[in-house]
């Protein structure tokens, strides 16, 4: 390779030499620009960013000619012969591309780069499918580089998103907590569907599941965004699995216009990563090495001891029976048995018997290079993420190589992705059993031996009767057994992207890409595990269970894009047009045995039969879509932008008469300071104005909806022929939901650039929301799915950062960063099957529906997230009974549903984030704060721990004992202590008594960072160039309104990672 | 420079234009696990398999493979006299009094209402694609399927009409009873009166009559003959004997389907069917076991068993008194079970029997009383006497009144637990308090109209 480098260069020498003694007599004299015609021999330089560090790995070319090189590891480059004053470009990963032209006869030059996410007016915004400069766009549209995310959340890409962009909410899951196989909800500007299933009329919210079908988790999260890796829609899984270290950049775009192109897609926002791309030079290795510590924050629980939960067994009258002799005095018999338990030391806690610290590592290494025409870039990934429940974690292993060619006008690249992700689920089962486990039981014998069944019989004891609450099991036996319980995927992708820069304004860009997901997952529990205990009865033969499925999703994209860019004068267009063909296919079968007596049965093939399943359950999902835009961008004189989008989206889920649906959007942007008017000043040098409007849609239904489709009847036959119903009224009318978004921002520079502020306020109304529409039941179907309601979304986001301290010479830097999102939710049209469905859940004679909760209930004119439940009062001090309020106002003790008004809401007014950056030399230190405000909860866990607590089978909080009410006159918060707070007329229903503020100031990261000088012996030594270590620390404090038990089915964690990165 | 970048863009442009043209079939994927209707019904064998759906769809518990037949249907028919607890079954507890107010009997005249409907939306998306699909079909079998279509959509809203609408006896033809409903579509049909409802099932007939082969003696299948027979049931229950009369004989004179002499073991006497429904013998077993092997072990007494087949006009050698197996009462204290729905080597349970050949010598023999004459009516039903061990009538003992009341003992005897008892009382709209074999009395407010959900 150098040596036909140094031909070419050779050849070119005795080419100039001989030019310029030619030539040098006539042109000396007239001095005119024709420099290449004047060489310097050597020119000399060193490139450094914008706080002064040498960049190593840069590329440096002389604009016009073939002349390139990189710079070394001390930053420094040597260029030979080039022409006098020809023009430098210096380009580097996370900065602007920098020219810089040379004076006459200049050989010696220090080049600063500034780092691309500072510079306002120079951002390029992608899209995914084009690329645009800001000052050419008027859409709504926010990117991170992946440093930046990495600095604020090592670990979880996805989360550190959310911190950074008040757009992004992650909805909190307080029963999963921080689990590490648990996909984050997540959605941008709020959200466009009612969240409900549509099947059956029960209203549950979705959960993602962890399989990476790209239809099913739009199906179970409709809200989620559309996401794009590299231009291909991809998912969360996918992101979530994805090594941070590959990430080049993440985009969010929000309003109409930044979205549109993808037209029936785009409703929801959109989530663009671009990885990073090979560079050209000399090769360059990076690793970067990261441990991960969680340790489970328990704080949130405050459970009784073994003494005090005694206590209130006792007071609650869990050993006494007053109507049966026998029995009180088989429980009192029980009761001395365990207060000696009690009195013999026994207080187990059993909070921290399934937990640890978990310690995980990601390794990344990264191998780049090549020359100008063919580059490569290979990057291998091994993360091992470890949950603080014992045996949980997430092992994931990424292989990543991309290979590019690029010639004069031609450039091709094709890229690899391989990756297999394993998700364990503890063996130790959910957290809640730990936390209702009794204190005053013991996890080992004298032996040391793990108990498996608490308590000797009463037959052992010499005890009548059985004991209160029956058989207990202890769910830590479990975890001494062996058993398989864990899902893993392996992902495979290959995308291949042409691209034609035909001239100077026109490029044409195709790609092709594969996918290939095969999700699985297999759960094998012995018959000794603690399930089976209470279903000995059910006979050995069926005891024990396999559960294995096996899914595969593929996905096969195509794309074809064509780019117009032109300068005339003052006027600026650029066009884009493209056509996009996307085919899916997913299934998955699952297969359950029993029957599997012995943990080292441990294999499908060992299991006695199929118990009581007696068939595979099988999904399959088959979707094709195709989507057309054109985008026109027109700007003049650098004042005034107006941008018009459109797209034709079509999608097999569309209904049969309405296959295609027509999207548009337009924006407009004015840059008020390139204005005339516009004088000079101190305070504010830079104002944008963007306007935009326009049409997206969503298309996260079921396929099924529009299409009719035959069910065969298998278990059964008409006289050995085969029979087949429809079996509900498929819409040939049904549409994909539209919504009208608009947006209007604002970004100004002030004081020279020491305060930076965006705004942006929003409108979404989402109209045609696809709803189920009950009919007569004569026509043969009980409901059928129409585009029938429609809300709207509204909010505001507001960011200032501001770089405070700026000092190039002392070497310090220290930037403040505030933001704020708000949005608000309302209904504005619903069908009168969700009438039903509200109704349905005020129902007092279905015994199946549990009130303990607030049911969801919809009505136009409220949000989404309202919280229903009926007004208190508080506790009677002279009864202990709950005083509610009746509609009409009067007071009553009796709970009816019908008289739930809107207590609160789950949806927070303002989320946002507090954020500072200090660098001091090699010195980093960040703090994140996030903060929500404005939003309730009904605090669930605080209802089912002092007053819904079945005090025979589950310990209490410790307020059971000392803020329940006892006597008349007791002015207490909490009802009275009973045996089984589920029972009936004691149980407390949705009150307004446990909606609670929701509101929380969290460190969301702290990171400490040191970058080494690159002049240190040993980092020369090891031929690195910029080591850094650091240290991140996430979730440190937290200030919350509202104390709940966080992480019911898993503990919620507290994260420190160590990361060490350098480069070869 | 400038043609290149626009050949380009034409270029691209035409595959634009040519993805768009066939994109609407690039766009139609089926979900595989259902199968889409434009694969089914792209063949002749799809249309039969939507019309066996239809079938396997009457067959569920709730319909014809249990409540419609040997289950409820039969109770408040009085084809038991079991004494019912309501803890045990509170469902035929409540039919047994008629108590059509009591939410589970609600509940089950619901499910049968919607089940029903779901049947007639199906065979009218059979129709209807059978209309748009012409070319699928060789022969004669586009008017067999739709001839099929029709008359079994007329059964299925003649059946409804006659659980949901009063009966004309009661409240005449212009009372209103059910929607008749003939396309599929999200919108409903508002109820008809009896008489127009009873006019489209006529009509769909008569067109089905017209379209279906009369050669095809298929019993499990709605053919020409279940048609003409189901004719001439609907006339008599409009009150148009003489249509009636003229269809019910025409079955019996085709002679295509003679009457038995002996059961041999055969109690749903299957060769006298026009038209049964077939159920799997396991899903019929399992149902039959539901309410007649075990609790509420729906049954009759010996004593009634004598009564019904003995006293009177009957004898010991009737051999429809095996219906009942007295061998079971003592397992099952004092009643004993039916033994027709009870599979056997050689009973065949599983053959459900809709339309029976006897039954319209007993329509014949009905209008023949009407129109007075006894001699022809007379005669009719001793065709079926002879063939069931029976001696025949002295002619002198029959006259209007009494020969009304032999016809409703034969209907009694003879469609025993098949659940056609209840349209006979509800078509002579005959008092409660003279229904047969009542262990619990009545309800004040019954009545024979079942409670429509909609």
């Known amino acids: 390779m150098n040596y036909f480098k140094n031909k070419l260069t050779g050849k070119r020498r005795i080419f100039s030499m001989m030019a310029a003694c030619t030539l040098f007599l006539f042109l000396i004299t007239t001095n005119i620009v024709y420099g290449q015609e004047k060489t310097i021999p050597t020119v000399k330089g060193v490139v450094k960013n914008d706080g002064g560090d040498v960049l190593a790995g840069a590329t440096v070319s002389v604009r016009g000619t073939k002349i390139l090189t990189t710079t070394k590891s001390d930053g420094t480059f040597e260029l030979k012969n080039v022409p006098e004053e020809a023009v430098l470009s210096v380009s580097y990963v996370g900065h602007t591309r920098t020219e810089i032209k040379l004076k006459p006869r200049q050989a010696e030059i220090t080049i600063r780069m500034t780092s691309s996410s500072a510079v306002l007016t120079e951002v390029i915004v992608n899209n995914g499918l084009y690329r645009r400069p800001a000052g050419n766009f008027t859409g709504a549209a926010k990117t991170f580089t992946g440093e930046e995310l990495k600095s604020v959340n090592p670990s979880n890409v996805l989360q550190a998103l959310a911190v950074m962009e008040p757009s992004i909410r992650i909805e909190q899951n307080n029963a999963l907590g921080s689990d590490p196989n648990q996909l984050p909800i997540i959605q941008i500007r709020g959200q466009n569907n009612l969240p409900l299933t549509t099947q059956g009329g029960a209203a549950t919210s979705a959960t993602p599941v962890s399989n990476g079908d790209i239809m099913s988790t739009y199906l179970l999260n409709p809200n989620q965004p559309l996401i794009i890796l590299d231009g291909f829609q991809s998912t969360l899984q996918i992101i979530y699995d994805m090594d941070i270290n590959r990430i080049a950049s993440i985009t969010v775009l929000k309003d109409a216009a930044a979205t549109t192109a993808y037209g029936s897609k785009a409703a929801n926002g959109v989530i663009v990563v671009e990885t990073k791309q090979p560079l050209a030079g000399r090769t360059q290795i990076v690793y970067a090495v990261n441990m991960n510590v969680e340790i489970a924050d328990l704080s949130s629980y405050r459970l009784l001891d073994a003494k005090g939960l005694l206590e209130a067994q006792r007071l609650a009258g869990v050993y006494t029976d007053p109507n049966n002799h026998f029995n009180d005095v088989s429980l009192k018999q029980w009761y001395d048995y365990r207060k000696y338990q009690v009195a013999s030391g026994v207080n187990t806690y059993w909070l921290s018997q399934p937990i640890r610290t978990g310690i995980g590592t990601n390794h990344s290494l990264s191998i780049s290079g090549g020359a100008r025409s063919v580059r490569y870039s290979l990057s291998l990934n091994y993360n091992n993420g470890v949950g603080v429940m014992k045996g949980s974690g997430r092992e994931r292993f990424g292989l990543n190589y991309t290979l590019s060619y690029t010639n004069r006008s031609l450039r091709f690249s094709n890229n690899t992705t391989v990756g297999h992700a394993k998700g364990y689920t503890t063996p130790w089962g959910s957290y809640s059993q730990y936390s209702a486990q009794f204190p005053f039981f013991k996890p080992t014998d004298s032996a040391g031996n793990t108990i498996k069944i608490f308590e000797p019989t009463g037959t052992a004891l010499g005890i009548p009767g059985s004991p209160p609450g029956g058989v207990f099991t202890n769910t830590a036996y479990n975890a001494g057994l062996d058993m398989n319980n864990y899902g893993y995927t392996t992902t495979f992708s290959n995308n291949t992207n042409v691209e034609w820069t035909i001239n100077k304004e026109m490029r044409l860009r195709g790609a092709v890409g594969f996918s290939n997901n095969m999700p699985g997952s297999e759960a094998f529990f012995p018959a000794d595990h603690t399930m089976f205990v209470n279903a000995l009865a059910a006979g050995v033969a069926d005891l024990g269970s396999y559960t294995q499925s096996r899914g595969k999703n593929k996905s096969i994209d195509g794309r074809i894009n064509f780019d117009y860019n032109r300068k005339f004068g003052v006027h600026t267009v650029m066009a884009a047009f493209g056509v996009s063909m996307q085919a899916t296919e997913s299934n998955s079968t699952t297969v359950q045995v029993s029957g599997l007596p012995n943990d080292y049965l441990n294999q499908l093939g060992m299991a006695n039969g199929y118990g009581t399943i007696i068939k595979p359950a099988a999904t399959n999902n088959v979707t094709r879509s195709l989507s057309s835009y054109i985008s026109v961008s027109y700007n003049y004189a650098d004042r005034y932008t107006a941008e018009i989008t459109a797209n034709a989206s079509g999608s097999s889920q569309f209904g049969s008469n309405n296959r295609l649906a027509p999207f548009w959007a337009g924006g407009v942007a004015w840059n008020v300071d390139k204005e005339k008017f516009f004088k000079k000043n101190d305070i504010i040098q830079n104002v944008r104005v963007r306007l935009t409007t326009g049409i997206t849609g969503n298309q996260n239904f079921a396929a099924h909806m529009s299409q009719p489709v035959f069910q065969y009847n298998l278990l059964n036959n008409y006289r050995l022929q085969l029979g087949a119903v429809v079996q509900s009224y498929a819409n040939p009318d049904l549409k994909w939901q539209q919504t009208l978004k608009s947006n209007l921002g604002v970004t100004a520079a002030l004081l020279k650039g020491k305060v930076n502020i965006g705004f942006d306020y929003f409108t979404e109304n989402t109209d045609n929301l696809i709803l189920p529409l009950d009919v007569a039941p004569s026509t043969g179907f009980v409901n059928y799915q129409d585009n029938l309601g429609a809300v709207k979304n509204s909010g505001y986001e507001f960011s200032i950062s501001s770089p405070i301290i700026q000092n190039r010479t002392k070497n310090i830097f220290w930037s403040l960063s505030f933001n704020v999102g708000h949005y608000q939710n309302e209904i504005t049209k619903l069908s009168p099957a969700i009438e039903a469905l509200n109704k349905a859940n005020n129902s007092t004679t279905n015994p199946e529906l549990k009130q303990t909760t607030p049911l969801p209930r919809f009505e136009v004119g409220q949000s989404m997230t309202r919280i229903w439940a009926v007004p208190s009062l508080g506790i009677d001090p002279a009864t202990g009974k709950e005083v509610f309020v009746k509609l009409d106002g009067s007071k009553t003790f009796v709970w009816d549903p019908n008289d739930k008004k809107p207590v609160g809401d789950g949806n927070s007014k303002l989320k946002g984030m507090i954020g500072s950056n200090f660098n001091y030399k090699g010195f980093t230190f960040n703090i994140n704060l996030t903060y929500q405000v404005g939003g309730q909860m009904y605090n669930q866990t605080l209802v089912d721990k002092i007053e819904n607590v079945n005090l025979l089978v589950t310990n209490a909080d410790e307020r059971v004992l000392t803020e329940r009410w006892k006597q008349p006159g007791d002015i207490v918060s909490y009802k009275s202590l009973v045996a089984n707070g589920t029972n009936g007329l004691q149980q407390t229903n949705a009150t307004s008594r446990f909606v609670q503020d929701n509101d929380y100031l969290e460190a969301a990261s702290t990171t400490i960072g040191y970058t080494f000088p690159t002049n240190l012996a040993w980092v020369k030594k090891l031929r690195l160039s910029t080591p850094r270590l650091f240290i991140t620390q996430n979730n440190v404090f937290r200030f919350a309104t509202i104390k709940t038990e966080r992480g019911t089915g898993y503990p919620f964690s507290r994260s420190f990672s160590f990361g060490l990165s350098t480069t070869f | ?454």
């Open chain 2, 1 to 454: 420079m400038y043609n290149r970048g626009f050949k380009f863009y034409f270029l691209s442009a035409a595959l634009i234009i040519v993805s768009l043209t066939s994109c609407k079939k690039w766009l139609a994927a089926d979900p595989p696990l259902q199968v889409d209707e434009n694969i089914v019904l792209s063949t002749e064998q799809g249309f039969k398999e939507a019309l066996n759906g239809v079938y396997l769809q009457m067959g569920a518990k709730t319909l014809y493979g249990r409540d419609l037949t040997f289950g409820l249907m039969s109770v408040l028919g009085r084809s038991y006299d079991t004494t019912i607890s309501p803890a045990i079954a509170n469902l035929y507890y409540q039919g047994a009094r008629y108590n059509f107010q009591d939410p589970e009997l609600k509940a089950t005249f619901k499910d049968m209402w919607n089940n029903l409907y779901v049947s007639i939306a199906n065979l009218n998306n059979v129709l209807e694609s059978a209309e748009k699909r012409k070319t699928v079909f060789t022969g004669n079998n586009y008017n067999t399927i739709k001839g099929e279509a029709l008359a079994v959509r007329a059964f299925l809203h003649f059946e409804l009409l006659r659980m949901f609408a009063p009966s004309p006896a009661a409240a005449g033809l212009n009372a209103v009873s059910i929607p008749y409903v003939s396309k599929i579509s999200p919108y409903a049909v508002p109820a008809s009166t009896t008489g127009a409802a009873l006019d489209l099932c006529i009509a769909d007939l008569k067109a089905a009559e017209s379209l279906l082969s009369q050669t095809d003696m298929t019993t499990s299948r709605f053919t020409h003959w279940a048609v003409k027979s189901l004719l001439a049931r609907i006339y008599l229950y409009k009150g148009d004997l003489q249509n009636a009369q003229t269809y019910a004989l025409s079955v019996i004179n085709s002679n295509k389907f003679p009457l038995i002499t002996a059961v041999n073991n055969d109690w749903m006497m299957t060769k006298e069917h026009v038209f049964s429904l077939y159920s799997s013998l396991n899903i019929s077993t399992d149902y039959y076991k539901s309410v007649l092997n075990t609790n509420p072990a729906l049954g009759f007494t010996t004593q009634n068993q004598t009564a019904l087949y003995v006293t009177g006009g009957g004898a010991t050698t009737d051999f429809r008194r095996a219906f009942l197996d007295p061998t079971t009462g003592v397992a099952l204290g004092n009643t004993i079970m039916p033994r027709k729905a009870y599979a056997t080597a050689t009973n065949l349970a599983n053959v459900l029997p809709m339309i029976r050949v006897t039954e319209m010598y007993y329509i014949a023999a009905e209008c023949a009383t009407a129109s007075l004459d006894s001699i022809k009516a007379t005669d009719l039903l001793d065709s079926v006497r002879v063939h069931r061990g029976l001696p025949k009538y002295t002619l002198a003992a029959l006259k209007t009144d009494s020969l009304n009341i032999e016809i409703r003992k034969e209907y009694q005897k003879e469609f025993l637990s098949e659940g056609q008892m209840f349209y006979y009382y509800k078509r002579k709209n005959l008092p409660f308090a003279s229904l047969p074999f009542t262990k619990v009395p009545v309800v004040a407010d019954a009545s024979y109209v079942f409670i429509k959900p909609e």
